[in-house]
């Protein structure tokens, strides 16, 4: 096999890091390039230790990587920065962006939600929303892929075949999400200091997280209409791992146990959507380190109301597994290759 010669930009960060302990052993990626901001000039072993047996690139700035000699480009760059960057690299090259300058396809909706104006409308329109499961035709021709976000992932893979079918009424949607806080990034912030974010969990972002315009696109794409959800994300003491518990209405004549089949029919032969079997309960320890997404489907008590829970790893399923499983995708090469790590379980 060829091998593809692969930039991570931002490479110091979560996501970079991710992505390294996964192409580190992957047969088709070879990383040529790997990039910083303030930490441009390091040795890799210097900023991670953990990859000190690896035999890496150090750390450049992005203006000193000749593209030319690039197939490949993931983009873990802070949202808002990319746009500028991914503008400039050639044609030639294939592109995962990460972050969230990609996602939404109206540029207004962008503007509104992201406090500035989209720098680079005509790129937006040529991005392929790289929900892997439910967009592979679409993946595989891509030259741009914007990777979901980590809570649009968790609250999109059991939401829209449930909405694509009809089983459920597309209005009263709510979606309680929590995280861990690897999910803010590594970068120094008040909010993310130990003492601010351990013993303790608190919601952020009430009535107004940028993921929800996100979600919303998705679900409103899957039920032909106009889809508002009530999203309330949470910040949790645990470093990584995202469990969102998502209040639905059934549509009529529809109980959970019909909700649960159909999810485990749709994802039956998934390698990394699974539906746990009646009483099973996802938790963000089952699916650690692992490109998983586990959903669980159960009755509530409150009749006409049914719960759905999906579990997954901010890190990985929500950004860097999933951006593995779409480039795997953009080569034509089997999509679970590098990924098929089972969870670091307890
Ligand atoms: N963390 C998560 O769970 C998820 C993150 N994402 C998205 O993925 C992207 C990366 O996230 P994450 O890895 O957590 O972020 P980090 O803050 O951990 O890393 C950001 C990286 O970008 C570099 N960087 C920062 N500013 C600039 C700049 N102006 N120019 C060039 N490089 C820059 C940093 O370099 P240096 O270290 O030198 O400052 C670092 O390598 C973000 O868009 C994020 O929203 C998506 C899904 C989940
Ligand atoms: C815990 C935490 O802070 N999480 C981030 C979301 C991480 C992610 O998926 O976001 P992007 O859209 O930036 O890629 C947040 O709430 O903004």
Redesign the pocket.
């Known amino acids: 096999m060829d091998e593809i010669k692969t930039a991570i930009l931002g490479a110091s960060g979560y996501t970079g890091a991710e992505l390294l302990r996964f192409l580190a052993g992957h047969p088709a990626f070879r990383v040529t390039a790997l990039t910083a901001d303030r930490k441009a000039g390091q040795a890799m072993a210097h900023v991670f230790p953990h990859f000190a047996a690896l035999t890496l690139p150090d750390l450049v700035s992005i203006d000193q990587v000749d593209f030319s000699g690039i197939d490949a480009v993931f983009c873990c760059l802070p949202?808002g920065t990319t746009q500028d960057v991914i503008s400039t690299l050639p044609a030639s090259v294939k592109v995962c962006d990460?972050?969230?300058d990609f996602r939404l396809r109206d540029v207004e909706t962008y503007a509104r939600w992201y406090g500035h104006p989209h720098q680079a409308p005509e790129l937006q329109k040529t991005a392929v929303y790289g929900l892997t499961e439910l967009a592979r035709p679409e993946i595989r021709k891509a030259r741009l892929v914007a990777n979901p976000?980590?809570?649009p992932t968790s609250a999109q893979l059991p939401l829209i075949p449930l909405l694509r079918a009809g089983l459920i009424k597309a209005d009263d949607i709510i979606i309680d999400a929590m995280?861990g806080?690897s999910?803010?990034g590594r970068a120094a912030k008040e909010a993310n200091l130990y003492t601010e974010v351990a013993e303790g969990i608190h919601p952020?972002?009430i009535a107004g997280?940028?993921?929800a315009p996100e979600i919303e696109q998705g679900l409103s794409d899957a039920a032909g209409r106009t889809v508002d959800v009530s999203f309330t994300?949470h910040?949790m003491p645990m470093n990584r791992g995202m469990l969102s518990t998502i209040h639905v209405r059934p549509a009529a004549g529809v109980d959970a146990a019909a909700l649960r089949s159909a999810l485990s029919e749709i994802y039956r032969d998934e390698p990394f959507v699974r539906v746990l079997p009646d009483g099973g309960v996802p938790a963000t320890r089952n699916v650690r380190g692992s490109n998983l997404c586990l959903i669980g489907v159960f009755a509530d008590r409150v009749p006409g109301r049914a719960i759905l829970v999906s579990a997954i790893d901010?890190l990985v399923k929500?950004?860097s597994g999933q951006a593995l499983q779409n480039m795997n995708l953009m080569f034509g090469l089997p999509e679970t290759m590098g990924l098929d790590l089972q969870p670091l379980f307890p």
């Open positions: 949202h990460l972050s969230a976000g980590c809570y995280s806080v999910g803010a952020y972002g997280h940028r993921h994300p910040l901010n929500g950004a």
